[in-house]
Each structure stands twice: as structure tokens, then as C-alpha cells.
């Protein structure tokens, strides 16, 4: 499975941007999708994944109340809305995809097997 993440660019404080992951190769309705971010010098972390069946998406506590995991499953894509950004959300965003078979989201990056090459968001304050 190819994963790649589209929507990044530039931003104000305060805005919103849309993100989303499709996939080539493999089918991402029956996969838990995940979306991590890395800033510079930062590790990667867990931003929020979604079930395959789009039910209750688990979120990092940083972006509760601002961001927003859905999928479309006709069109094959997860999106990651993010409202309300802040300088700090500045960083490269990642789709990436559990194996198949598994319906649990997981926070941890090793639990992802695809991974997508990422899109970058900058928010200016």
C-alpha cells in the first residue's frame, strides 16, 4: 500500500486547513488509519486515528476540540480537518495505515506498517 498525504501549505494562526490521505496499491476502507506529525528536531507523534468503519476517532490530546478525523470510504480517502491552528501545530503531517485485519487504533508509530511521505503545514502566527 502507497499512502500519500495532500492539503498542507501556509496558514495563519486561527485557520483551518484540510488534509487528506489516499491510498494506491491497497484499499484504505478496511484499514485503521492513523495521522502523525514531526516537527523539526521533534519526534514524530500521534495526532488522531480513525477505524475502519469511521467510528469514534481517537485524538492527542494537543488537538481535542480543534481537529477532526472522517473518512469516506466511496472515495477511499481519510481527511484530517484541522481548525483553529496554532504555531505550534507547524510540522509534517503523516497518513499512515495499520495492517490488515486489525480494527484497533493504536497511538504508537510502530503499530502503523504503511506510511505515507507526508505534507507540510506551516502556521505563521
Known amino acids: 500500500v502507497q499512502l500519500q498525504a495532500s492539503g498542507g501549505g501556509l496558514v495563519q494562526a486561527g485557520g483551518s486547513l484540510r488534509l487528506s490521505c489516499a491510498a494506491s496499491?491497497?484499499?484504505?476502507?478496511?484499514?485503521?488509519v492513523g495521522w502523525f506529525r514531526q516537527a523539526p528536531g521533534k519526534a514524530r507523534e500521534f495526532v488522531g486515528g480513525?477505524?475502519?468503519?469511521?467510528?469514534?476517532?481517537a485524538y492527542a490530546d494537543f488537538v481535542k476540540g480543534r481537529f477532526i478525523i472522517s473518512r469516506d470510504n466511496n472515495e477511499d480517502t481519510v481527511y484530517l480537518q484541522m481548525n483553529s491552528l496554532k504555531p505550534e501545530d507547524t510540522a509534517v503531517y503523516y497518513c499512515?495505515?495499520?495492517?490488515?485485519?486489525?480494527?484497533?487504533?493504536?497511538?504508537?508509530?510502530?503499530?502503523?506498517?504503511?506510511w505515507g511521505q507526508g505534507t507540510l503545514v506551516t502556521v505563521s502566527s
Open positions: 496499491g491497497r484499499t484504505l476502507s478496511r484499514l485503521v
Open positions: 480513525i477505524s475502519w468503519s469511521g467510528g469514534s476517532p
Open positions: 499512515a495505515a495499520r495492517g490488515g485485519g486489525i480494527t484497533v487504533i493504536s497511538r504508537a508509530r510502530n503499530a502503523y506498517v504503511y
